[in-house]
């Protein structure tokens, strides 16, 4: 059984289209990530939620919106695609955050190529 | 703030040798814990290994070793007889204290290339 689940893996799109990558967990964590892997491999927070309470939110446009309907779910919805917005997106969990030493368990990722 | 350097961006060994990935972090926190993931080319990110800042005991898994100083803030990591399947980028994370949100704080990565 995959732990983190992320689906769909590969997304091709045009511009200015809106689109949405769903997660889930099956670990019964409590904490949900999504991280922004840009084509340099560099890994970013967007987003985490405990329990569907938002908890980080970062520097992102406000076209991407996260949406946690249960602590095992977290989905990403953008709004208006750019080409910026080509990248590889992350989901994650841990059973709290990792500032009490909780490993972060990351879904396979999602690839977003916007046309 | 936190922060974590991987300096080394690209390594290239033939398979047998040993390399070391050098990771070294900021921090003003007291409490804090490290880790390291993989991600070959498939692209899924893969736990390593997650160390507090109170055990400073080295630790190995097979082939891996890692070695950690609070000395020297580092956190470094060892293939020993490096395998064409360790091939990969290799991530050190440094956790953010919980009351600020907990999210970790990536390098930039290591990629390394093992070759037959």
């Known amino acids: 059984d995959t732990a983190v689940s992320q689906t769909p893996k590969y997304l091709v799109t045009q511009m200015g289209n809106d689109k949405s990558i769903k997660c889930e967990q099956n670990?019964?964590?409590?904490?949900m990530y999504w991280y922004k892997q840009d084509s340099k491999k560099f890994l970013k927070i967007m987003f985490s939620?405990?329990?569907?309470?938002?908890?980080i939110n970062e520097t992102v446009p406000n076209r991407f919106s996260p949406k946690s309907p249960d602590k095992a779910h977290l989905n990403l919805h953008i709004n208006s695609l750019e080409l910026g917005d080509s990248a590889v997106y992350f989901c994650?969990?841990?059973?709290?955050?990792?500032?009490?030493?909780?490993?972060?368990?990351f879904g396979e990722g999602s690839w977003l190529t916007v046309v | 703030a936190q922060k974590v350097t991987q300096a080394q961006t690209e390594i290239s060994v033939v398979e047998k040798e040993d390399v070391t990935l050098d990771c070294v972090y900021e921090?003003?926190?007291?409490?804090?814990?490290l880790f390291w993931y993989k991600q070959p080319p498939s692209g899924e990110l893969v736990f390593l290994i997650r160390?507090?800042?109170?055990?400073?005991q080295n630790e190995i898994s097979g082939r891996y070793s890692w070695n950690f100083q609070k000395s020297t803030s580092s956190f470094n990591f060892t293939i020993t007889a490096s395998q064409v399947v360790d091939s990969a980028v290799y991530f050190c994370?440094?956790?953010?204290?919980?009351?600020?949100?907990?999210?970790?704080?990536f390098g930039q990565g290591t990629e390394l290339s093992v070759k037959p």
């Open positions: 160390r507090n800042s109170f055990d400073e």
């Open positions: 670990l019964g964590h409590d904490t």
């Open positions: 939620y405990n329990n569907k309470e938002l908890i």
């Open positions: 994370a440094l956790s953010e204290p919980y009351n600020q949100g907990g999210k970790l704080i």
């Open positions: 921090t003003r926190d007291t409490t804090y814990y």
């Open positions: 994650a969990s841990s059973l709290e955050g990792t500032g009490r030493g909780n490993t972060i368990y």
